[in-house]
């Protein structure tokens, strides 16, 4: 079975009709690369094959409708693929959406319409289900996760050391081994209904096990629809992480910051305002202290002069209060020891003088007279001069630096409140980042919690179905206790034998098919692997599923003690041993597998997975995954390719021949 085209209409940002061939190769395989740049459309190539072939909710295909066409009131969605089947015909799938002429259509409003065209006919449909049940058993659902895969679902068997375990039921769709373990349990199940017509079952334990099987497989049910709740919010919750990315990358032009980016940033910004806050208090505190004296300092040299004035006044005021004794004592100094003029004076003259300097010093100097405004003592006058000195000398010159700093530090806050918030030049802007970020890290949270939830559902069912098969038994053991009439005898040991036939071929089947498994599992994982010496065979049990990883020595590898490259070669390999043993021959699609490998896992997967995937492989990759040198490696195995070119000002999707660089 080959895909040979496929058309995409009004879904997501393919807003027109899209065709993407998938030519074949002249040795008849086809290997078709398609690369796209993350949010051009390779996930909705996925989504539109699965829901081509299976359908889906409306609510989900409402809310991927191309934004432009559903303001313009277009609610019809369309996806047809065209598929080669084993015998050569030709089969056509489409499936649309619409809601009709209802204005303002709601997701409720859609109607489902399905057409399958075989051999250019077209195929009666009166009974969807007949034609959806046909498409179900060329194309099994159950085994598509197998072949239809992203680096995700390569991510969850890498997970942990049993992820395998999870995927039981899938693995034996995928091995083939599903229907008949359901045709022995139809025929456990009328080998039941015939005991139940004619023995008397009223054994009290009996009844008590079977309302408790009962209630376990009515917990099962109820599980597993709050699982597959669970799974679709959680869905739900990616797509909108990833429309608010994309949302922020289209308004601001640039990357949503992480977590750890945005507490760097923010943690920068209050340092700087706790800084800020600081300088500004010891501003504050200089001002009520020192400030107010700084700002009398105008003043000092005119309270300087009036001390010197003061001091002067009262030197004065003590001289004329002294003058008698000062001017005897000068009269005395002329004549003794000895006169310094020639005629000595008489007593009258000296009387004379020194009436005449007492007078002179009575009266003292009236120019320098000032009046005491201070009137300080000489011990005061000292302590005030001292302290306008201090003040001069105090802290009162490091107000500018700290105002200069202030000022840095003010545009230092402002520049990283604005890289915080980057582009944004208005408040509706700045709402608009605030409500994307927490709308981000919203979903980031729950994105969290539901795959938490998700993780211990799944392990909730599984113990389910382990109590399921125990209460069974129990039953079983229960009704061989009761004797079946002669009539229903022989019946009921056909039943057993045919049951019991059946469980023998079915573990027969398992075992070989999982020993088939590991071979093609460990061929693979061998041709991927950069450690082969490391691992000598990979063992599945034919019961449980578990792998095991045997190194030279004999000893057990755990799954989670390998590296994360190698884990996911080990789920490659995994995947591509399923697809050999089914014997199915559907083709691989495959969505960024790389992404997550280093350049020598990388060489293993396009030298030798690539090529030997399937007879038509369909992979999807950015240019960084398969660059250049790895596209000349591929090329000789490529069929043809294609890119994705999205328009991010229309949010429109079309698909050009050829790879990136082919253009």
Aim: with cysteine.
């Amino acid at each position: 079975m080959k895909f040979t085209r496929l058309v995409i209409e009004n879904y997501k940002s393919f807003q027109f009709a899209t065709e993407i061939p998938f030519p074949v190769g002249a040795d008849g395989k086809s290997i078709f690369l398609i690369g796209g740049m993350n949010g051009a459309g390779k996930t909705s190539i996925m989504e539109a094959v699965s829901f081509c072939l299976y359908g889906t909710k409306p609510e989900v295909i409402y809310k991927n409708i191309n934004r432009k066409e559903l303001a313009r009131g277009n609610t019809s969605v369309s996806f047809e693929l065209v598929v080669e089947l084993d015998d050569g015909s030709e089969l056509i799938v489409k499936r649309s959406w619409s809601g009709g002429v209802v204005n303002d259509a709601k997701a409720k409003d859609l109607e489902e319409r399905l057409v399958v065209v075989q051999d250019g006919k077209r195929v009666s449909v009166q009974n969807k289900q007949m034609w959806q049940d046909f498409i179900r058993a060329t194309i099994p659902p159950g085994i598509t996760q197998f072949f239809f895969f992203d680096g995700e679902k390569i991510q969850e068997i890498a997970a942990d050391d049993h992820s395998e375990l999870r995927l039981k039921k899938s693995l034996e769709a995928a091995l083939g081994i599903q229907y008949i373990t359901k045709l022995s349990e139809d025929v456990l199940y009328i080998k039941t209904e015939e005991r139940r017509g004619f023995v008397q079952i009223s054994d009290e334990d009996l009844e008590f096990k079977e309302s408790e099987l009962k209630r376990e497989k009515s917990k099962v049910s109820r599980t597993i629809q709050e699982r597959n709740e669970v799974k679709a919010e959680l869905d739900a919750f990616k797509n909108q992480h990833q429309e608010a990315k994309e949302r922020f990358q289209a308004t601001f032009n640039a990357e949503p910051e992480t977590r750890d980016s945005i507490r760097e940033a923010e943690k920068a910004r209050i340092q700087a305002s706790n800084r800020l806050g600081q300088v500004e208090n010891e501003l504050k505190t200089m001002c009520e202290g020192v400030l107010p004296f700084a700002i009398a300092g105008r003043l000092f040299a005119d309270i300087r002069k009036q001390i010197d004035a003061e001091r002067e006044t009262v030197q004065y005021e003590a001289i004329r209060d002294n003058a008698a004794i000062l001017a005897r004592k000068i009269v005395r100094v002329v004549e003794e020891p000895e006169p310094i003029y020639r005629e000595k004076l008489s007593a009258e003259k000296m009387a004379e003088l020194e009436q005449r300097i007492f007078r002179l010093l009575q009266q003292g100097d009236s120019v320098n007279d000032s009046i005491k405004i201070l009137n300080l003592s000489d011990r005061d006058a000292a302590r005030v001069l001292q302290k306008m000195e201090t003040l001069e000398n105090s802290d009162v010159f490091l107000i500018q630096p700290l105002l200069e700093e202030k000022q840095e530090l003010a545009v230092q806050v402002r520049q990283l409140e604005a890289a915080l918030q980057p582009g944004i030049a208005s408040d509706s802007e700045k709402e608009l980042f605030d409500q994307l970020q927490a709308e981000m890290e919203s979903c980031l949270t729950q994105i969290g919690r539901k795959t938490e939830q998700l993780r211990l559902l799944e392990d909730e069912i599984l113990a389910l179905e382990k109590r399921i098969r125990d209460i069974e038994l129990d039953v079983e053991k229960l009704y061989e206790k009761h004797h079946v009439s002669k009539e229903k005898a022989g019946f009921i040991e056909e039943c057993d034998a045919i049951a019991n036939l059946l469980n023998q071929y079915t573990v027969r089947l398992r075992k070989n098919k999982v020993h088939l498994l590991q071979e093609k599992t460990f061929e693979m994982y061998r041709m991927l692997s950069s450690k082969t010496g490391l691992i000598k065979d990979i063992l599945i049990d034919d019961k449980s599923y578990e792998i095991k990883m045997i190194d030279r020595n004999g000893h057990e590898i755990r799954k989670s003690s390998l590296a994360a490259g190698e884990k996911e070669v080990f789920a490659l390999s995994l995947l591509w041993g399923l697809a050999q043993t089914s014997q199915l021959q559907l083709p691989i699609l495959i969505d960024t597998p790389l992404s997550r490998l280093d350049s020598t896992h990388r060489d293993n997967i396009i030298k030798h997975y690539f090529p030997n995937a399937g007879q038509q492989v369909i992979i999807l990759s950015t240019d960084t995954e398969i660059d250049k040198d790895y596209y000349r490696n591929l090329q000789p195995y490529l069929s043809g390719a294609a890119s994705l070119e999205f328009e991010p000002r229309q949010e429109l999707t079309t698909v050009k021949q050829g790879y990136f660089w082919e253009q």
